[in-house]
């Protein structure tokens, strides 16, 4: 009994020991988290050079984005993609993909005000790509494949047409028989 008293002590000693050390370590993670958070919220993301991490460039994308300023934002969630993480690449690229969908909607608006209807922009199709490079990276990543089938349902030429499902999961074919969007039941589809 008297042995096991003198592990014990020394035992909870370094287990506190240890404890202490990490309660240090994350909590200077997240002062340093704070920090770039406070400065890419003030906007000194924008005036001095970021760092090259793709974290930081996608939270500076995400705050260029909530600030209206989508020129920055594609620069900066292209910055952050190809890390060699499919995960972070496929958030980086449908990030992308919902800049381009603003983007497109907020063109396709103005150009419906100024001229007319039916205006089928680049930015629609940007939008698609970045969604498809997103759904290759990471199939089962919903929001992803929920916005590719929105943009197709809604795009301003596209909608007049109908679309079905190929043999890829995630091209979409023209389908000229109803002018209705008709999709196979799978698993993975994004609209009801």
């Avoid at 919220?41 to 001095?48: E, F, K, L, Q, S």
């Avoid at 690229?93 to 969908?101: D, E, H, P, T």
């Avoid at 940007?126 to 969604?131: F, I, P, S, T, V």
């Avoid at 992803?144 to 995630?170: F, M």
């Amino acid at each position: 009994m008297v042995r096991l008293s003198r592990l014990v002590a020394p035992l909870a000693w370094a287990a506190f020991v240890l404890a202490i050390a990490a309660s240090l370590w994350f909590a200077v993670l997240l002062l340093r988290t704070a920090a770039v958070n406070r400065w890419i919220a003030d906007g000194v993301a924008a005036a001095a050079p970021l760092s090259s991490d793709p974290r930081v460039r996608y939270a500076a994308g995400w705050q260029a984005e909530r600030a209206l300023r989508y020129a920055d934002a594609v620069q900066l969630y292209t910055d952050a993609q190809n890390t060699g993480d499919p995960v972070r690449d496929a958030q980086a690229w449908f990030a992308l993909g919902n800049v381009y969908f603003k983007t497109g909607i907020a063109a396709s608006r103005e150009y419906e005000q100024k001229v007319g209807p039916v205006f089928e922009n680049a930015q629609f199709d940007l939008a698609r790509d970045a969604y498809r490079s997103a759904l290759r990276l990471q199939p089962d990543l919903s929001g992803a494949r929920y916005n590719l089938e929105l943009l197709e349902r809604l795009a301003p030429v596209r909608h007049l047409q109908g679309w079905r499902r190929n043999t890829d999961p995630i091209m979409l074919v023209p389908d000229k028989h109803n002018g209705w969007t008709s999709m196979q039941d799978d698993n993975k589809r994004g609209l009801p």
